[in-house]
């Protein structure tokens, strides 16, 4: 039967702390990688993406870094905001064979922040 | 506004009825996907479209059918197969780079 995971990781901090959260990814033969936002009762909201050519890449208040080598992702989020609160998804595809674009999502990550 | 709709938000149904979710979008993406959330878990991909009269099925697609009659309109259907329908049903369209953006979703409870 299907299991009912209720155990996220979480990720408490201060309003104005800088935030990482981590992601490990199982494919290495991805090349494609997505960061997503999602709040409470609403569908993932996109904020950053990278492809596998690249290790960093900056938006406004947010970079994820990738590393190939350890199948690493992460999303650095600068001076978090209570607005920040939300689950944080990371997703992994690749351009070749049959994928059909199939984003698979990492677990997720809980953010809290606290004024 | 560009963008995907979702309708409605929250679906109450009773057991043995089939139910169809509503997924429209004006973003001109050839590529829509079904996916369903529970509780403190990731999605999981139900089916997916990747062209208008064509559809193929994802990784739990027991119990569900889809349509693509129009590149804009990708419904689906929640039948009394499947065993567990309640779930946060989300849709999303695929833009030029494999990025997916998605609905504000369906919460569907059958009970």
């Known amino acids: 039967g299907e299991s009912v995971g209720l155990h996220l990781p979480t990720l408490s901090v201060q309003e104005g702390d800088n935030s990482i959260i981590n992601c490990a990814y199982s494919n290495s033969a991805s090349d494609y990688f997505i960061w997503y936002k999602q709040e409470s009762g609403k569908g993932p909201q996109f904020i950053i993406d990278?492809?596998?050519?690249?290790d960093k890449r900056q938006g406004q208040r947010v970079t994820v870094l990738l590393n190939k080598t350890v199948k690493h992702l992460s999303l650095q989020i600068a001076a978090t905001q209570p607005g920040d609160s939300a689950v944080y998804f990371c997703?992994?595809?690749?351009?070749?064979?049959?994928?059909?674009?199939?984003?698979?999502f990492g677990q997720g990550t809980i953010l809290t922040v606290h004024p | 506004d560009g963008g995907i709709t979702q309708s409605p938000k929250y679906l109450f149904r009773k057991e043995g009825q089939n139910v169809t979710l509503s997924c429209e979008q004006n973003?001109?993406?050839?590529?829509m996907y079904w996916y369903r959330q529970d509780p403190g878990q990731g999605l999981r991909l139900i089916y997916y479209?990747?062209?208008?009269?064509?559809?193929q099925k994802g990784d739990i697609a027991e119990g569900y059918s889809v349509s693509r009659e129009k590149k804009e309109s990708f419904p689906l259907t929640v039948t009394s197969a499947q065993k567990n329908p309640t779930a946060f049903y989300l849709c999303?369209?695929?833009?030029?780079?494999?990025?997916?953006?998605f609905g504000p979703g369906t919460r569907l409870t059958v009970t």
């Open positions: 999303a369209s695929k833009g030029d780079l494999n990025e997916q953006y």
């Open positions: 479209s990747q062209i208008v009269n064509d559809f």
């Open positions: 997703a992994e595809t690749y351009a070749g064979g049959t994928s059909y674009g199939k984003l698979t």
């Open positions: 990278i492809r596998s050519n690249m």
């Open positions: 973003l001109n993406h050839d590529a």
